[in-house]
């Protein structure tokens, strides 16, 4: 072998060195970030396990933390079907005992349903009414209650349940009216 093919040889190895090497900083480059990025994200996902962990002690693990006092509870006991409503034990049956009962309460003072609030609502008036149009004239009425859409079609969709009012679709909306009893049948709740 001469030394001019031995020099040659030399420098291709010497530039193959140089990009392996330019290779396996990129290469490095790449998982760093790769592993600073799954830190993040494990960081993300155990604040969510301790949220979870959080509220799985509450005593009525249905409640999330954003709903008011005022909506409806599911009750441990018996479980709401998945899509049912969540409700409220009716007014004249004792309250339960324990952590339920104190979680309900909290220092508030005896307010009226939500429920019945929106059948007084719907009472007066002739014609059916949208669940929206419901909430804003609660909210107009009653300042101190501010349910979400939701709990409001929710607790719409309960009383719809039980018979006290009834549901109206009209193309994409639904409208809701207030099942008035008929004649001699008329009975106090």
Known sequence: MTSQSADT????????AASDLKENRRRQQELAEKIAML???????????????RYEDFAD??????????????????PAPAGAAP????????????????????GKSHQPLLGNLLADLLDNHNEPR???ELREEL???HPDRTPTPQVVRNTLESLVAK???????????????????????????
């Open 61 to 78: 693990p249905s409640r999330l933390p954003e709903q008011a006092q005022d909506e409806p509870v599911v009750t441990k006991a018996k």
């Open 87 to 106: 409700r409220r034990p009716a007014p004249t049956k004792a309250a339960p005992a324990g952590k339920a009962a104190k979680a309900g309460a909290q």
């Open 163 to 189: 018979g006290r009012i009834q549901r109206l679709k009209q193309q994409r909306s639904v409208m809701y009216t207030l099942v008035k009893p008929t004649g001699g049948e008329e009975t106090a709740d």
């Open 39 to 53: 830190k993040q994200e494990e960081a993300l996902l155990a604040d969510i396990l301790n949220l979870a962990q």
């Open 130 to 132: 949208l669940a929206k």
């Open 9 to 16: 040889l030399r420098s291709r190895y010497v530039a193959q």
């Open 139 to 141: 909210l107009e009425k």
